[in-house]
C-alpha cells in the first residue's frame, strides 16, 4: 500500500469544507491512516516549499499556508500518489478537471484548497515534516 500526503488549506478550512473534502476523499477509498490540525509556522511553511523558494509566489504562498489552520492527512491506497494527484486536479482550478477538488472548491491558482504530494519521494518527505 502507497501513501501520500494531504492538506486542507486554510482557504478550505475557513469556508468550513474540511468535512466535504474528506468526505470526496473517502468516497474515492483513501484510507486516513493519521490526521492533525495545525497552524503551520513559518519556518515549517518555508521548509515544505524549499523547492520553490526561488519562485515570485514563494512568499505569498508562505504567508497563505500560515494564515489559518490547517488539516494535515496522511493517505493510504494503491497507486495513492498518483490517484491522489487525479482526485485534486490542476493548480489552477480553471484548468481542473469536472468532479475533481480543487474544481469544486478552489478559488484560484493560489488559494486552491488541497496539498497533494507528486512523487513517492516528495510524499516521503513530507509526511516525515508533517507528522515527524
Ligand atoms: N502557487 C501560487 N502561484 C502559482 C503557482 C503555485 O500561489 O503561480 C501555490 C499554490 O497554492 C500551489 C502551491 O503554490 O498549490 C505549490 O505549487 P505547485 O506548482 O507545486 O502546485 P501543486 O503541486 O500544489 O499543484
Ligand atoms: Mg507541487
New binding site residues.
Given amino acids: 500500500m502507497e501513501k501520500t500526503l494531504a492538506i486542507i488549506?486554510p482557504d478550505a478550512t475557513e469556508r468550513n469544507l474540511i468535512g466535504d473534502i474528506i468526505k470526496m476523499i473517502e468516497m474515492n477509498n483513501f484510507k486516513l491512516k493519521r490526521i492533525n490540525s495545525v497552524h503551520m509556522t513559518v519556518s515549517i511553511a518555508e521548509e515544505f516549499?524549499a523547492?520553490?523558494s526561488e519562485?515570485?509566489?514563494f512568499k505569498?504562498?508562505v504567508d497563505?499556508?500560515t494564515s489559518g489552520m490547517v488539516v494535515v492527512l496522511e493517505l493510504e491506497k494503491n497507486n495513492a500518489i498518483e490517484d491522489f494527484r487525479k482526485l485534486?486536479g490542476?493548480?489552477n482550478p480553471e484548468d481542473a478537471e469536472e468532479g475533481t477538488i480543487r474544481k469544486k472548491f478552489a478559488i484560484d491558482?493560489?488559494?486552491?484548497s488541497i496539498?497533494?504530494s507528486?512523487s513517492l519521494e516528495s510524499a516521503n518527505r513530507e509526511i516525515s515534516i508533517l507528522f515527524g
Fill in positions: 488549506k516549499y523547492m520553490h519562485k515570485p509566489f505569498s504562498l497563505y499556508m485534486i490542476k493548480t491558482k493560489s488559494h486552491n496539498h497533494g507528486d
